[in-house]
Structure formats: C-alpha cells, structure tokens
C-alpha cells in the first residue's frame, strides 16, 4: 500500500499535468483566433486607436485570467517543494505555449480552406475540452508547508482571512518586485500591434498566424529550461535578460528595417516569454508568505492586467498622434528601465 509521501508525489504530478493540459487546450483556442483578429479588425476599418480600445474592452478577459490564473498557481506553488517551482511553472507554460503553436498551425488551415470566420467557430472545441478537464482532472491537495523539503500538514486554526490583513503581511521584496513588472507592463501592449506593425512593413494579412507561430516555437523550447534553471541560479537575473530581449525586439520592430527583420525579431520575442513568464510567477510565490501566496498572486494578476489595459491604449494613442516608431520605442524604455530595477 503507497504510503502518504507517494500519494502526495502522485497528486502532484496528476496536478500539474492536467493544468498542463488545460493551458495546452486553452491556448489553442485563444491562438486560433487571436492572431486573425487583427486582420479581421483591420478589414472591418479599425486603425491602431480603435484597437487600443477594443484591447481596453478585453480587460475583462484579463481580469477572468488573473482570477483563474491566482488559484492555479497556488495549488502549483502546493503541490512541489520550493526548489522545484520554476520547473514546475515552466513545464506548463511550455504546455501553454505548445497549444499556442497548435493555434495558428490550425488557423492557417482553416483559413486556407474555409475563410476567417471559420476560425473562431473552430476555436470554441478544445475551449470546451479544457473547461472537462479542468473539472474531472484537477484535485485540490490540502495544504501543506516545507520543511528541509519534506512535507506537513499545515496548522488551519487561527487564519486570518481578511484581506488588509493578508496584504500587510506581504514582505517589502514583493511590492519591489510587484512595482518593477508594473513599470514593464505598462509598455507591455497586446502582440496584435505587433502583428499591425508587420503587416504595415509588407508581412502578407494570411502569414499573421505565422507570426505567432514563429514567437511559440522559441517560447515553447525555452519556457522549461528557464524555469529549470531559476531553480538554480537568480531568478531576477533570467527576468532581467528577458525583459532586456522584450526592449531588443520592440526597439527593431520601431525600426522596422525589413521583412526579414520582423521575423527574426519574432522568433526572439519567443524567449523574452519564456524568461519571464514562469520565473516571474516562481519569483513572486518565493517573495511571498505562504499563507499569503494566494494573495500575492491575485494582487500581481490585477495590477498587472490593469497597467497591459494602460498599455495597449497608450500604444494606440502613441502610434496614431507619434506615428508606430515612438510607440515601440516607447515599451523598450520601459522594460529597459524594469530590468535595471529587478537588478538593484
């Protein structure tokens, strides 16, 4: 008969595979119509202000993200001890970005043979198989504490739920931390600008899916490897580089010298993912209390959602009055300003 520690092992691991699993499926139906959307906008009159807005309507959409995103990432902070968190996170963003490549793969095709709106009828499938797994494949595990690596039951009497309460108790690093990925964020606009700016360059309206296949490949092959490694070595250093590759890429695409250019910029723009989206969230759990991880996440989604809603309509509104170049070199700034902060 397995004993606890075995039950816990396996616990963990079906945890951290269905979540994988849901991030794969619901990122194929997201990526599916997310990199057709702008093309579809365009073709119905919208110019990079209206996108701005229709980006600023999305907010709702991040807010939903940040309120599902929080639980998950506790229960995954739950079910593996510290020093595995970055590979734990970054084994399902790798998952995430897997479905990423399969959406635009399956865009392409759909709209070679059936026309663009045939994609967003066809995004609603694995939409509705990620909700199935994600109620007959997930199980809350109790909560536990570290100890030297091993695991125990966590003491429930005397919690203090409020939510002041929780946040007086977050330590003075999490708020740094908290205020630097701020400062990035609100450089940070939707990727459909980037997607504009190609097309504006001379990238064809039916490579855009492309363009967001090219940007997964590179986010998919290193989302692992860099959780594994901020394991092992500072985490703020890998967000560093990664946001330092985000100001690279935005300060190319200002430039726009070519084609050729983009596309390289795109492949690049993949790593700057995978640098930072697990390790941010390893980050951010490791800054925080564990009884307090929940709302640590749940404050790190809602600021950062509401300054990408900031972002993507200062963009906008840059692009139409600046012109594209000042928008971009606008975001690089910034994340050139947030790398230097995570390195004080």
């Known amino acids: ?13 079906r945890n951290i595979y269905a979540f994988g699993i849901t991030s794969f ?51 995954v902070a739950e079910s ?19 479905g990423a490549i399969a959406g635009p793969l399956a865009a392409v095709v759909l709209l070679a043979r059936y026309g663009i709106r045939s994609v967003f009828w066809a995004a609603a499938i694995p939409g509705a198989l990620c909700v199935l797994v994600a109620l007959f494949g997930i ?22 739920l409020s939510l002041f309460s929780g946040a007086a108790k977050l330590p003075g690093s999490f708020y740094f931390v908290l205020f630097a990925v701020t400062v990035f964020s609100l450089g940070n606009s939707s990727d459909m600008f980037l997607v504009m700016r190609a097309q ?29 490694l901020s394991d092992r070595v500072s985490r703020r250093w890998i967000a560093a580089v990664g946001y330092l590759i985000f100001a690279g890429t935005y300060f190319v695409f200002g430039r726009a010298p070519s084609t050729l250019a983009i596309w390289i910029s795109m492949a690049v723009y993949g790593l700057y993912n995978s640098l930072t989206q697990p390790v941010l969230k390893a980050l951010v759990v490791e800054a925080a209390g564990q009884d307090v991880r929940g709302r640590a996440l749940g404050l790190y989604f ?37 790398a230097v902060m995570l390195l004080i």
């Open 1 to 13: 008969m397995p004993d606890r520690a075995s039950q816990r092992e396996s616990s963990a691991a």
């Open 25 to 75: 499926l619901n990122d194929t139906a997201t990526e599916m119509a997310y990199w057709v959307l702008p093309a579809f906008l365009v073709s119905l009159g919208a110019g990079p202000a209206q996108l701005g807005l229709i980006e600023g309507i999305r907010f709702t959409d991040r807010l939903a993200k940040g309120v599902r995103g929080a639980p998950r990432d506790v229960m």
């Open 80 to 98: 593996v001890p510290k020093n595995r968190l970055g590979s734990a996170y970054g084994l399902i963003q790798s998952m995430d970005s897997a």
């Open 139 to 160: 199980r809350e595990a109790k909560r536990q504490r570290t100890i030297d690596d091993g695991w125990q039951k966590a003491p429930e009497e005397n919690v203090d």
């Open 200 to 228: 504006s360059v001379g990238i064809a309206v039916s490579l855009a899916p492309l363009l967001g296949l090219v940007f997964n490949v590179t986010y998919t092959l290193g989302s692992w490897p860099a959780g594994w």
């Open 302 to 338: 809602f600021v950062t959602s509401v300054a990408t809603l900031a972002a993507s309509l200062i963009t906008g509104g840059l692009w139409k009055y600046y012109g594209a170049s000042v928008a971009f070199y606008f975001s690089a700034a910034l994340a050139v300003v947030s």
